[in-house]
């Protein structure tokens, strides 16, 4: 049995409680995250979007335990993550891929650190390939791949790892938008397979909606969650769905929520340069 052929009610919720960030500098304190909360369910894709510099990517490093929290703490199943997981990998906008391995060491590299033998891990970056749509192109280097190929790449080198959860940072920020399109879509079918839970830090509205059963809307600084916008359109998203007065309905509810939001850390970020 394959760990996409177990119940998603193993892998346990992720529960984001009480976090809050500040840094120290010159002895000035600044709070970058206040009090955020928000669940994680199993199974479930959650986008995070809000103003620039709100703390996305800062949330997203302490839920991945990259990052410690002033005060808080981030769950799974209970226990605290206090620490990097290797049931967490990362997706980064930036291509990761490392030019000099093939597609198919790419995908293992993270089995091959943490000692998994060779053949396992090939037979399992091999399946993994076949997810993500990458059969075929084990022996090619990244080179020879499309930037939207390299991130299925960083993709699959994420799940092979079996993941409690996905993370990804604006991972198709590099790709041109019909691109990103057609990557979001192939990441829905991935998804709908696996059923990883997936927690996505993105601008784009239109992407968070397409994507997710939920949203959570980031204040601007010092930033909480906002507010949880549940999104109940049908799957797959199909055009029709994307094209549908529902669609637009779930945009311009996020947009009313974060334009003020946007505004206003504008205005700042324009008192604080003059």
């Given at each position: 049995?394959?760990?996409?052929?177990?119940?998603?009610?193993?892998?346990?919720?992720?529960?984001?409680?009480?976090?809050?960030?500040?840094?120290?500098?010159?002895?000035?304190?600044?709070?970058?995250?206040?009090?955020?909360?928000?669940?994680?369910?199993?199974?479930?894709?959650?986008?995070?979007?809000?103003?620039?510099?709100?703390?996305?990517?800062?949330?997203?490093d302490i839920v991945a335990g990259l990052t410690r929290p002033t005060s808080g703490q981030v769950r799974i199943g209970g226990e605290s993550v206090t620490?990097?997981?290797?049931?967490?990998?990362?997706?980064?906008?930036?291509?990761?891929?490392?030019?000099?391995?093939?597609?198919?060491?790419?995908?293992?590299?993270?089995l091959e650190i943490a000692g998994v033998p060779k053949a396992e891990r090939r037979a399992r970056a091999r399946d993994i390939l076949g997810v993500v749509?990458?059969?075929?192109?084990?022996?090619?280097?990244?080179?020879?791949?499309?930037?939207?190929?390299?991130?299925?790449?960083?993709?699959?080198?994420?799940?092979?790892?079996?993941?409690?959860?996905?993370?990804?940072?604006?991972?198709?920020?590099?790709?041109?938008?019909?691109?990103?399109?057609?990557?979001?879509?192939?990441?829905?079918?991935?998804?709908?397979?696996?059923?990883?839970?997936?927690?996505?830090?993105?601008?784009?509205?239109?992407?968070?909606?397409?994507?997710?059963?939920?949203?959570?809307?980031?204040?601007?600084?010092?930033?909480?969650?906002?507010?949880?916008?549940?999104?109940?359109?049908?799957?797959?998203?199909?055009?029709?769905?994307?094209?549908?007065?529902?669609?637009?309905?779930?945009?311009?509810?996020?947009?009313?929520l974060i334009q003020a939001e946007v505004a206003s850390a504008m205005r700042e970020q324009e008192r604080a340069a003059s």
């Amino acid at each position: 049995m394959t760990a996409w052929d177990r119940d998603p009610a193993a892998r346990g919720d992720v529960v984001v409680d009480e976090v809050r960030m500040t840094y120290v500098s010159e002895g000035r304190t600044t709070v970058a995250i206040e009090n955020a909360s928000g669940t994680v369910r199993k199974g479930r894709f959650v986008s995070i979007i809000g103003p620039s510099g709100c703390g996305k990517s800062t949330l997203l490093d302490i839920v991945a335990g990259l990052t410690r929290p002033t005060s808080g703490q981030v769950r799974i199943g209970g226990e605290s993550v206090t620490s990097p997981r290797r049931d967490f990998p990362m997706v980064f906008q930036d291509d990761s891929t490392l030019h000099w391995r093939t597609v198919l060491d790419n995908v293992a590299l993270g089995l091959e650190i943490a000692g998994v033998p060779k053949a396992e891990r090939r037979a399992r970056a091999r399946d993994i390939l076949g997810v993500v749509g990458l059969r075929g192109f084990e022996h090619h280097r990244p080179r020879q791949l499309s930037g939207g190929m390299r991130q299925r790449v960083a993709i699959a080198r994420a799940l092979v790892m079996e993941p409690a959860m996905l993370l990804m940072d604006e991972p198709f920020g590099a790709l041109d938008q019909q691109t990103r399109t057609l990557v979001g879509i192939e990441l829905l079918r991935i998804w709908e397979e696996t059923r990883t839970s997936v927690l996505f830090v993105t601008h784009d509205i239109r992407e968070a909606v397409t994507l997710s059963d939920e949203v959570w809307v980031m204040s601007r600084r010092p930033s909480t969650i906002l507010d949880v916008v549940h999104v109940d359109l049908p799957r797959p998203r199909d055009t029709d769905v994307l094209r549908s007065a529902q669609f637009e309905g779930y945009v311009g509810v996020l947009w009313d929520l974060i334009q003020a939001e946007v505004a206003s850390a504008m205005r700042e970020q324009e008192r604080a340069a003059s």
